[in-house]
C-alpha cells in the first residue's frame, strides 16, 4: 500500500436510491412537509424499531429540544446525563432553564454509570438522559428502574445508536421518548442533516404534534379532528423539509445492508488490532453482552494524552485523518455556567482524553483500513 493513500475520517452514507427519491419528490404538483416520502418514513421507523410514534424533525438536537418541551422542563428543573457527549444534548435542557447534573461515565463503554445515577437525584430532577455511545446501549434496565422508583422521565439520546439494540430492543424505545441524529457523521443521514424523535410514551403523541407544528393544532386539522387550526400550546418549527425525507428514504430501504457492511468493516480492525491490545499498546472498546451495537464508531485508547497526540499526529503525516472528541461538558466554559457535576470525575476527562476514532464509513475500502492498521502498528513498533 502506498504512504500517500489519502484516509477521509468519514464519508457520508450513500445507497444510489437517494436521488431517484427526490426526484420523485420534486415531480408532484405539491412539496410539502410530512409529505409521503416523510410519512413513509415515520411508518418504517414505526414500523421496524418500533415506537408509538415517529416524528421526524430537523436535526436530533431539536428532537432533544422538543423532548425538553414535552416533559415541561422549567427553570430550577435539574436533568442529569454524562459530561461526555454532545453539546446538544445538555443544551436542549438549558434552553428551558434546567440546572444539568452530570455523572461520571463507565471506562469500558463510555456511557453514564448507572450505579452513580441514584445518589445524583435531588426533589429537583426531573429527568434521565442516556446517550448510547458509539451505538453501545446504557445498561437500561438499572436506568428505567431507577426512573420510575423516582417518577423521572428518561430521554434516551440515541443519536448514534440507530439499529442497535439492548436485550432484543431497539435503542430509542426503551425510554419515554428517544432521539435519532441523521446528520452526515451518523451511519443513516437525509442529506447532511436532519433527526427523528421516537415517542414510546403514548400521552406524548398528541402534544408533540402540536410543539412540532409551531404550537398549533394543524396536525388535527389536516386528519379533520378540529375545524380550524389555532395556536395551542408552545412549539416550534420541528418539521424538516420532504426533500430530507426523500433522501433518507434511499437509506432506509436498505437499512439493513448499511448496518451490515458497517458491522464487518468493524470487526476488521477489531480482529487486526486485537493483537496490539494484547500485547498491552492499546485498548479497544468493550461491548457488553446483551448489547447488539450498529457500528457506530470504532474507537481505541492509548496509554493518556500525550500517546494519542502523538499517535494522531503520525497518522495525519501519512494523511490519514483519525480525530477525538468530546471535550467534557462540565469542563467547558457552558458547561461550567449550566451544569455541576456530581460526585468524582474518576474517568470522564481520563478516557476522553485516551480515546481516537479511526476512519469508518459505509462502504470503505478494507485496502483503507489495512492502510490505517498498518499505521498503528508502525507506530507502536
Ligand atoms: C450527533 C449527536 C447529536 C446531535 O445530532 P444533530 O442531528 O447534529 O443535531 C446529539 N447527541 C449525540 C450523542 C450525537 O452524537
Not at 77 to 87: C, K, L
Not at 155 to 174: F, H, K, V
Not at 217 to 238: A, C, I
Amino acid at each position: 500500500m502506498p504512504d500517500y493513500m489519502k484516509v477521509p475520517f468519514n464519508l457520508p452514507p450513500r445507497t444510489g436510491s437517494e436521488g431517484k427519491y427526490i426526484a420523485e419528490a420534486i415531480s408532484g404538483e405539491k412539496l410539502s412537509g410530512d409529505g409521503p416520502f416523510g410519512q413513509k418514513c415515520q411508518s418504517w421507523f414505526e414500523a421496524n424499531l418500533p415506537a408509538s410514534k415517529a416524528l421526524l424533525t430537523p436535526s436530533c438536537t431539536a428532537a432533544l429540544e422538543m423532548a425538553a418541551m414535552l416533559i415541561d422542563i422549567r427553570p430550577g428543573d435539574e436533568v442529569i446525563m454524562p459530561s461526555y457527549t454532545f453539546v446538544s444534548t445538555a443544551n436542549a435542557f438549558v434552553l428551558r432553564g434546567a440546572k444539568i447534573v452530570f455523572v461520571d461515565i463507565r471506562p469500558d463503554t463510555m456511557n453514564i454509570d448507572e450505579k452513580l445515577i441514584e445518589a445524583a437525584i435531588t426533589g429537583k430532577t426531573r429527568a434521565i438522559v442516556p446517550v448510547h455511545y458509539a451505538g453501545v446501549s446504557c445498561e437500561m434496565d438499572v436506568i428505567m428502574e431507577i426512573a420510575n422508583r423516582h417518577r423521572l422521565y428518561v430521554i434516551e439520546d440515541a443519536a448514534q445508536g440507530m439499529m442497535s439494540y439492548y436485550n432484543g430492543r431497539a435503542l430509542g424505545t426503551i425510554g419515554h421518548m428517544g432521539s435519532f441524529s441523521f446528520h452526515e457523521t451518523k451511519n443513516y443521514t437525509s442529506g447532511g442533516e436532519g433527526g427523528l424523535i421516537m415517542i414510546n410514551d403514548e400521552r406524548f403523541i398528541e402534544r408533540a404534534e402540536i410543539i412540532r407544528e409551531k404550537g398549533t393544532n394543524r396536525s388535527q386539522f389536516f386528519r379533520g379532528m378540529v375545524d380550524k387550526y389555532q395556536w395551542v400550546d408552545v412549539g416550534s418549527s420541528h418539521l424538516p423539509s420532504e426533500l430530507q425525507a426523500a433522501y433518507l428514504w434511499g437509506q432506509l430501504e436498505s437499512a439493513q445492508e448499511i448496518n451490515d457492511v458497517r458491522l464487518a468493516a468493524w470487526k476488521f480492525y477489531e480482529k487486526m488490532l486485537r493483537p496490539l491490545e494484547n500485547e498491552g499498546c492499546i485498548e479497544l472498546a468493550s461491548v457488553p453482552s446483551g448489547c447488539a451495537h450498529n457500528a457506530h464508531m470504532f474507537y481505541l485508547k492509548t496509554e493518556g494524552l500525550e500517546e494519542r497526540t502523538a499517535l494522531l499526529e503520525y497518522l495525519k503525516r501519512r494523511e490519514i485523518m483519525a480525530v477525538f472528541h468530546y471535550v467534557p461538558l462540565h469542563t467547558a466554559k457552558a458547561g461550567l455556567d449550566y451544569g455541576r457535576f456530581h460526585g468524582a470525575d474518576h474517568f470522564t476527562t481520563k478516557e476522553s482524553e485516551r480515546l481516537v476514532r479511526l476512519p469508518l464509513w459505509f462502504g470503505i475500502e478494507q485496502s483503507a483500513q489495512q492502510h490505517v492498521i498498518d499505521a498503528i502498528f508502525e507506530f507502536y513498533q
